[in-house]
């Protein structure tokens, strides 16, 4: 096994090379033999000057987050920076790749720091609800100016080499290997062509109206400016004497470590990249050089917009001449929406836009690598286009759907290349969201599962595998909770009230204005479609359906749950109370009040149920997945880690005695699942069957 830190040396200076891949994290190996290097070249009176770099892809890209949670070994990451910074030698680091978070406090102790070109600084602790814990808020207010400081500490976003050089945080920019550059620039800091600074010894630059700005800003978002605010305050510890802004701020790491929205976040950064390992992993994926879309319409011109942007040539195929020309100007529309979010730039635009057909012919598609239909939700649709593709696309193209609920199956049986056939369930707008669910059918070849994890990779989503069932993991699970909020609206809650308790959980919107937002009418033929399979005993509330038969499908046509104003303000529309008063006397409810906490319990408790069952059925690999879902397609607040994250935190005894009270109102609706009563009587938790599976 090689060495996690390694010295070299070259006459009178010397290098230290850390190679602890993948990221170099600073892990104990590492933290222990960096302070051993130093020991010896302290010691070795012919060393005047010492660089260090980084073997592999990045400088440090920070703590070892895997190690976060357990006991700490020594020597601890602030130690190894006080250390660092206390050298008897001048020591420069070369920053290539993303120094981040302890990296860069690591650089920070440095007496120099060189960045290499194209490489990236930052302190994203933020996104994982911590703040830099090793020196980062007490040493970068040294170097850079007040605005900055706050940017890249409370924002947790890295900036480039080039403009870390512009705000004072790196000394040098260089082009070359880093062991190379480290060899060089240790040489011009001995000859002190490049200049040696005690971070420590700076003086603070820390302006008080923007620190108090930025205060104000903070407190006013309530739970969701926890993070940033605690950070800030840690900020403010950079006025104080060195080492009592350093114990403040390791106070408010450990402080930070142990909050609920360290764990939600450190969980979700983990769910992005626990998703990928599927059994199919290490099956070489097919080569997608080509691909097409069947179907302009928005979710079409979406799919094509996602693959356009990862330099996948899309040939898009509709059905006549003037939808020709709504999808090319849709397309383009996207395009220049990336542009304009600064995705693409303005000359890679024209290149793009050239990398894309649109034609209503569909033998074009006779030798492309990958088609995604998109077209109408309808079985019959599905069945016609398959078998065309069966008869014109080449042997071994892959044909997937992106039906967001249809059996795939069935859909299968079109063709007669069943194990080509797979569902890649994009989430609108398809450009924009990360979530992909691949949808595998009984027949699907593993080859073509692992093309369409590839695939998402390279469009850079999120891929979850997905087995078939009626909305496979994130639709199914919200045509379950979904229906909570019918519930409580016929029973009394106010469904204004039931938007806004659970905005203030975490949700980005309201269910009631999210369903405004997409359209009324897509949940109403839905339901129309499942009318027939509707079991006798589910409750049934019709309120929405009245509001569609008023032709009223909310933002779309202006009127919804909400009156939509021309100044962008939205208010209740009146008919509804109607609806709702009509629809309780026909059942004979007495309306009743709900507290935003009992209306945040029944909801999160009915999506936890619907979770459950779907990791139970094997629908979904691991509850973690779920978990992602959510994240990466759903809006489920970062912060709390997805619902199955968020259910550990209750309790699965909580939950269940929870469940079994709703069960007095509606015993059909409201039962537990197999999975959670197991965890209420062996105290296991989903966070145990992640690691089981
Ligand atoms: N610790 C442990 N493992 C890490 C890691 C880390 N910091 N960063 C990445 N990995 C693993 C990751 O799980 C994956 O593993 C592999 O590396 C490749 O990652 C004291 C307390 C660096 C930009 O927040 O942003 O320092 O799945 O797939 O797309 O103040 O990883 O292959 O087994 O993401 O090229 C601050 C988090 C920590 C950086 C590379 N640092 N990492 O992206 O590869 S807190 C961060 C990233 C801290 C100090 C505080 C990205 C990346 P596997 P990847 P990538």
């Known amino acids: 096994m090689t060495e996690v830190v390694t010295i070299q040396k070259f006459d009178d200076i010397a290098t230290i090379c850390i190679d602890n891949p993948p990221v170099n994290a600073a892990g104990h190996a590492m933290r222990k033999g960096v302070v051993d290097a130093l020991d010896t070249l302290e010691a070795d009176p012919a060393v005047k000057a010492i660089a260090l770099y980084c073997a592999g892809r990045t400088f440090v890209a920070g703590a070892d987050i895997r190690e976060f949670g357990k006991p700490s070994q020594p020597p601890v990451l602030p130690d190894v920076c006080n250390r660092l910074e206390a050298s008897s030698k001048p020591i420069v ?9 302890g990296g860069l406090e690591v650089a920070l102790c440095c007496h120099a720091r060189v960045g290499i070109t194209g490489s990236k600084v930052g302190l994203p602790e933020v996104n994982l609800g911590l703040l830099p814990g090793s020196g980062g808020t007490i040493r970068l207010p040294r170097v850079a100016d007040t605005a900055t400081t706050i940017k890249m500490i409370t924002g947790g976003a890295p900036i480039s080499a080039e403009d870390a050089l512009k705000h004072g945080i790196i000394d040098r920019l260089e082009d070359g290997d880093p062991a190379q550059v480290a060899v060089a620039m240790a040489k011009e800091l001995r000859d002190g062509k490049l200049k040696a600074r005690v971070t420590r010894d700076l003086l603070v630059n820390l302006s008080a109206d923007k620190m108090s700005a930025a205060r104000s800003k903070f407190e006013a978002l309530g739970s969701k400016g926890v993070v940033a605010l605690r950070a800030l305050r840690a900020i403010e510890g950079a006025t104080k004497l060195v080492n009592e802004g350093l114990a403040a701020e390791r106070a408010l790491f450990i402080e930070a470590l142990a909050s609920d929205e360290h764990h939600g976040l450190k969980h979700a950064f983990f769910a992005e990249r626990a998703v990928a390992n599927i059994p199919e992993a290490k099956e070489p994926p097919r080569e997608i050089k080509t691909a097409g879309v069947i179907g302009g319409g928005t979710m079409g011109s979406g799919i094509a917009t996602s693959m356009l942007l990862a330099g996948i040539p899309v040939t898009v195929i509709e059905m006549a001449e003037d939808r020709v020309a709504f999808a090319v100007k849709t397309i383009t529309g996207n395009l220049q929406g990336a542009v304009k979010r600064g995705k693409l730039s303005q000359q890679a635009f024209d290149a793009t836009v050239a990398k894309l057909t649109v034609t209503t012919d569909m033998n074009s598609l006779s030798d492309v690598d990958l088609v995604i239909e998109a077209v109408f939700e309808s079985m019959e649709v599905k069945h016609e286009v398959f078998a065309k593709l069966d008869a014109v696309c080449k042997t071994g193209a892959i044909l997937a759907s992106n039906t967001s ?86 029973d009394g809650a106010d469904y204004e009230q039931i938007d806004n308790a659970l905005v203030g959980f975490g949700a980005a919107m309201g269910p009631f204005t999210v369903g405004d937002l997409s359209g009324l009418d897509i949940g109403w033929a839905e339901r129309k479609r499942r009318a027939p399979l509707r079991p006798a005993e589910e409750r049934y509330v019709g309120v929405a359906d009245k509001i569609c038969e008023a032709g009223d499908f909310g933002r779309k046509t202006g009127k919804g749950y909400y009156v939509y104003w021309p100044d962008g303000s939205k208010t209740k529309n009146p008919d509804v109370a109607q609806f709702i008063a009509d629809e309780q006397a026909e059942r004979g409810i007495t309306p009743r009040s709900f507290t935003d906490k009992e209306i945040v319990d029944r909801y999160i408790t009915a999506m936890i149920v619907e979770c459950a069952r779907v990791v139970e059925e094997g629908i979904a690999l691991r509850p973690i997945d779920v978990d992602a879902v959510f994240l990466f397609g759903y809006g489920f607040p970062r912060h709390r880690g997805g619902p199955l994250c968020y259910a550990d935190k209750i309790g699965a005894q909580t939950l269940v005695a929870r469940i079994n009270t709703y069960a007095k109102d509606d015993a059909y609706y409201w039962r537990v699942p197999a999975m959670l009563q197991k965890m209420a009587d062996d105290g296991t938790t989903f966070a145990d069957l992640n690691k089981e599976r």
């Open 93 to 101: 680091a070369i920053l290539h790749g993303t120094a981040l978070g």
């Open 405 to 490: 609920y249809l059996n795939i199956d069935e859909i299968a049986k079109a063709v007669t290349r069943p194990q080509d056939v797979i569902g890649l369930h994009f989430f609108s707008p398809a450009h924009v969201m990360r979530l992909l669910e691949v949808v595998v059918a009984g027949k699907t070849a593993p080859d073509v599962v692992a093309t369409g994890f590839a695939l998402a990779k390279r469009l850079r989503k999120v891929a979850v595998r997905a087995g078939v069932c009626d909305g496979f993991i994130g639709n199914r699970i919200l045509a379950h909770y979904a229906r909570s909020t019918g519930y409580m609206m016929m």
